[in-house]
């Protein structure tokens, strides 16, 4: 589905303001980790299979 979003449809969108939340401590502190990992393999012969794996993970911990 491929919708171009003409200047009139543009025009016709509305926004509102979120209320505003309150924190949940005076300071919020946040330890985030990525990782991203990928692996092939490839056996260079007559009728070989390429097969490979990625892994990706984010954790978060909030103080």
């Known amino acids: 589905m491929n919708k171009k979003l003409t200047k009139v449809a543009l025009e ?3 926004v509102q303001v979120l209320p505003e939340r309150e924190a949940l401590g ?3 502190f946040a330890s985030i980790a ?3 990992t ?3 393999l490839n056996a260079a012969s007559h009728f070989s299979v390429a ?3 990625a892994l990706q993970g984010i954790n978060v911990h909030q103080h």
Request: charged share 15%.
């Open 26 to 28: 005076s300071f919020n």
């Open 38 to 40: 990928a692996v092939a």
């Open 12 to 14: 016709l969108e509305e």
């Open 51 to 53: 097969n490979a794996v």
């Open 34 to 36: 990525a990782s991203n």
